[in-house]
């Protein structure tokens, strides 16, 4: 299927030029229209003119913020991962370490249930889009590294056996979350909350922490 990957007759208008408050608005709003179309069209079936026309944007002024289809989407599936992960798998904080582990999987969920939507189209072009694999990775490899810093300290104060390996401990533990929830939210699997209880034991029983 084509790409929508450029302006027609060249490169971008004004691309990386500074936008005026106008303009900031203008980007806010294509923004905006692009993760709506996304979500109701999937990410293949949408053109540049459904974002335009649902932005009430003229076509060729899409092309002034973004050089394509693929370049916006980006940009939202950034801004998802920057919500999704906002909330580390292990915080450093709270009552005790079971507790901030449960409080973790909490705002996960909620997160993903507010991006479950697009959480199914960003699969969708996980699987083609060799840049947005990459993005997909940079923004998990923070979440990793700050989950698996807490576990070194809970190793470190004797709250976590020593004989985890921490990263990978972190990558499977946030695996095993992820992975459920798109089978219930995006799947349409049977909901039930006793999957977010499972979840929470599963994680602290994984870390060896006490309940």
């Given at each position: 299927?084509?790409?929508e990957?450029?302006a ?6 004004g691309?990386g030029?500074p ?6 608005r ?13 979500e109701e069209?999937?990410?293949?079936d949408t053109?540049v003119a459904h974002?335009?026309r ?6 060729g002024s899409?092309?002034t913020?973004f050089?394509s289809?693929e ?10 991962f ?8 292990v ?12 409080r973790a999987?909490r705002?996960y969920?909620?997160a993903?249930?507010?991006n479950?939507k697009?959480?199914a189209?960003i699969?969708?072009v996980?699987?083609f889009?060799?840049?947005f694999q990459?993005?997909r990775r940079k ?5 990793v590294?700050?989950s ?6 809970w190793q470190?104060?004797g709250?976590a056996?020593?004989d985890?390996?921490?990263e ?7 695996a095993m979350?992820d ?11 049977e909901p ?5 209880d ?7 029983r994984?870390?060896g922490?006490?309940?």
């Open positions: 299927m084509a790409s990957s450029g027609p007759g060249g490169d971008a208008a691309a030029a936008l005026t408050e106008r303009g900031a203008t980007r806010e709003r294509l923004l905006t229209a692009a993760r709506e179309v996304f069209r999937g990410f293949l053109r974002i335009t649902h932005a009430k944007v003229a076509y899409f092309y913020y050089p289809k370049a916006v989407f980006l940009e939202v599936a950034d801004r998802l920057a919500d999704m992960t906002q909330h580390d798998l915080p450093l904080e709270g009552p005790s370490p079971a507790a901030r582990v449960r999987n705002a969920y909620e993903y249930r507010r479950a697009m959480m189209i699969e969708q996980s699987t889009n060799v840049e990459e993005m923004h998990r490899a923070v979440a590294s700050r698996a810093k807490a576990i070194r300290r470190a104060a709250l056996p020593a985890i390996d921490p990978m401990a972190s990558r499977a533990l946030a979350v992975h459920s929830l798109y089978l219930w939210l995006v799947q349409g699997e039930d909350d006793r999957l977010l499972t979840l929470d034991t599963l994680s602290i994984a870390l922490l006490d309940p």
